[in-house]
Every structure is written in C-alpha cells, then in structure tokens.
Nanobody, 114 residues
Framework: EVQLLESGGGLVQPGGSLRLSCEAS????????MGWVRQAPGKRLEWVST????????FYEDFAKGRFTISRDDAKNMLYLQLSSLKTEDTAIYYC???????RGQGTQVTVSS
C-alpha cells in the first residue's frame, strides 16, 4: 500500500522559508517520479513541482520557479520541497504525490502571514 507522510509545514512570515518533507513507503520509491501539489482554501488542487526518478530533472509551475526547490533522497525514501521567498498566496495544504498528482496523505499546512 502506497503511503506518503508529509511534514514540515507551519506558520511563516512573508519572505520566509520552510522545508517540507515526505516519507514514502509501500512502493519502489527510487523508480517513481514524484511531485508536490497544493490546495489553497476555497481553491482547486494545483500542481507545484515534479522530479523524475533519479532526481536528474525537475519541473516547476511558474509560481514556483526560482523560489521552490524539489529534491529527493532515494536511500531514505524521502522527497523534499524547499520553499523560499514565501508569499501570502502560498498559503495552502501541500501534498506529495506520485506522478499521478493524486494526494494520498494528510498533507502539511503552510501558512504565510505577518
């Protein structure tokens, strides 16, 4: 059974940073492309970023380019998302996903507010 456990969210001021983590189990993590999606209050789920298996190629939605960095540690079955220069509009629940972009965990709440 695929299990994805997100952590690392919190309350941060505009301009601040957070590092989100996702612990994966129940599948061959190193063989899977992985990604992050988010859902802001009252809005639809939106794609944030994807990293290929092996971690050699990354993709970002326009709002994430230059501010967010996706990475993975296949030895630990961990996926990460470094968030920097955060804006109030980044407030959302962030979920890690397989390449299907379907949330399976509880997500981690990121709140950007002064």
């Amino acid at each position: 059974e695929v299990q994805l456990l997100e952590s690392g969210g919190g309350l941060v001021q505009p301009g601040g940073s957070l590092r989100l983590s996702c612990e994966a189990s129940g599948f061959s993590f190193r063989l899977q492309a992985m990604g992050w999606v988010r859902q802001a209050p009252g809005k639809r789920l939106e794609w944030v970023s994807t990293i290929n298996s092996g971690g050699t190629t990354t993709f970002y939605e326009d709002f994430a380019k230059g501010r967010f960095t996706i990475s993975r540690d296949d030895a630990k079955n961990m996926l990460y998302l470094q968030l920097s220069s955060l804006k109030t509009e980044d407030t959302a629940i962030y979920y890690c996903t397989l390449s299907d972009q379907i949330p399976r965990g509880q997500g981690t709440q990121v709140t950007v507010s002064s």
